[in-house]
T-cell receptor, first 113, second 113 residues
């Protein structure tokens, strides 16, 4: 079945550092790809998405590009802030039926001032 | 619009007891999902409703689990004869139609003692 693999955490960075969180997927079709974020004490929120190959999703300074050839959707941000501390989940959904989300295991990110 | 609401936020129960959780989706969202998230893992799909019809169930949903969505509005998830392995965060999500963002509630954390 479909699956998502994320780089293991936790990840700790200093403020203004460059961030990459790796995500690769396995899918039989051509899924949509997502990054969700969970801030402390809050529910999951959609951060960005891409629906086809070579699409770039972006939001709040975060970016990820749908790479079909490497089946990857790595999350990047050029300069992180303390407020970016959260758990980040990569996910996919197929385009048919329930369009349920298949999540990676999550990566906890801590940004130190 | 107050978002997806879940009740209760926390539930502690003794092994063997039955529990029921409620999810109120965003108004007029006809697609509703239940997920389960254990510590350190990403959410896993349990079941999907389109309006009042339960259209997909995961193999994770054993016969002790049942979900309903009467009248296509709120949904309930019942777990009978709870086991310690049922301890998890139960998440509800809704979306207005296909190919649209799923909005998550804050979840119900179940602890079986």
């Amino acid at each position: 079945g479909d699956s998502v693999t994320q780089m293991e955490g936790p990840v700790t960075l200093s403020e203004e550092a460059f961030l990459t969180i790796n995500c690769t997927y396995t899918a039989t079709g051509y899924p949509s790809l997502f990054w969700y974020v969970q801030y402390p004490g809050e529910g999951l929120q959609l951060l960005l998405k891409a629906t086809k190959a070579d699409d770039k999703g972006s939001n709040k300074g975060f970016e990820a590009t749908y790479r079909k050839e490497t089946t990857s959707f790595h999350l990047e941000k050029g300069s992180v802030q303390v407020s970016d501390s959260a758990v980040y989940f990569c996910a996919l959904s197929d385009l048919q039926g329930a369009q349920k989300l298949v999540f990676g295991q999550g990566t906890r990110l801590t940004i130190n001032p | 619009d107050t978002g997806v609401s879940q009740d209760p936020r926390h539930k502690i129960t003794k092994r063997g007891q039955n529990v029921t959780f409620r999810c109120d989706p965003i108004s007029e969202h006809n697609r509703l999902y239940w997920y389960r998230q254990t510590l350190g893992q990403g959410p896993e799909f349990l079941t999907y409703f389109q309006n009042e019809a339960q259209l997909e169930k995961s193999r994770l949903l054993s016969d002790r689990f049942s979900a309903e969505r009467p009248k296509g509005s709120f949904s309930t998830l019942e777990i009978q004869r709870t086991e310690q392995g049922d301890s998890a965060m139960y998440l509800c999500a809704s979306s207005p139609r296909e190919n649209t963002e799923a909005f998550f509630g804050q979840g119900t954390r179940l602890t079986v003692v």
